[in-house]
């Protein structure tokens, strides 16, 4: 049986090394994730607009691996509720289950473990994604 599987967390919280795990154990599965796309246009600035096309991508290359019969795992930080929409929608309207996984992990050790990655995005913009998306709903 297919399935979309959703993730959602902060930089660091360990969803891409989750969805690397359950590939390994799951060759039906595969990551399906705008920051590897981003990586194509490394170098170009990075526009809304650019972001809207990475978007699309995502979208047309997961209907490319649903239509082979994988399973998707989404594994961004998926906070934005338009990503949320649009794969709900498009797993209703497929018939396929999803399920959203959030990782719920401290600001402090998704910048601790951001800091050992080869390319780490700093803890400003760690910050910045938990101010603007978690702290009100942490009623912090």
Same mark, same amino acid.
């Given at each position: 049986?297919?399935? @979309?599987?959703?993730?959602?967390?902060?930089?660091?919280?360990?969803?891409?090394?989750?969805?690397?795990?359950? $590939?390994?154990?799951?060759?039906?599965?595969?990551?399906? !994730?705008?920051?590897?796309? !981003? +990586?194509?246009?490394? *170098?170009?600035?990075?526009?809304?607009?650019?972001?809207?096309?990475?978007?699309?991508?995502? +979208?047309?290359?997961? =209907? $490319?691996?649903?239509?082979?019969?994988? !399973?998707?795992?989404? #594994?961004?930080?998926?906070?934005?509720?338009?990503?949320?929409?649009?794969? !709900?929608?498009?797993?209703?309207? /497929? *018939?396929?289950? @999803?399920?959203? $996984?959030?990782?719920?992990?401290?600001?402090?050790?998704? @910048?601790? /473990?951001?800091? =050992?990655? &080869?390319?780490?995005?700093? +803890?400003?913009?760690? &910050?910045?994604?938990?101010?603007?998306?978690? =702290? #009100?709903?942490?009623? &912090?």
């Amino acid at each position: 049986m297919q399935y @979309i599987k959703f993730l959602q967390g902060l930089p660091g919280s360990g969803k891409t090394t989750w969805a690397k795990k359950v $590939i390994e154990l799951n060759k039906d599965y595969v990551i399906v !994730s705008r920051a590897e796309i !981003s +990586k194509i246009v490394d *170098g170009i600035p990075y526009t809304e607009e650019i972001h809207n096309d990475v978007f699309e991508l995502q +979208k047309i290359i997961c =209907k $490319i691996f649903l239509n082979s019969g994988k !399973s998707v795992i989404l #594994d961004d930080m998926n906070f934005d509720p338009k990503y949320w929409e649009y794969f !709900s929608q498009l797993s209703v309207s /497929r *018939g396929i289950p @999803i399920e959203r $996984i959030f990782f719920d992990v401290l600001v402090e050790e998704c @910048i601790e /473990r951001d800091s =050992k990655r &080869e390319k780490p995005i700093g +803890k400003v913009a760690i &910050e910045l994604a938990y101010t603007k998306y978690l =702290k #009100d709903n942490n009623n &912090e």
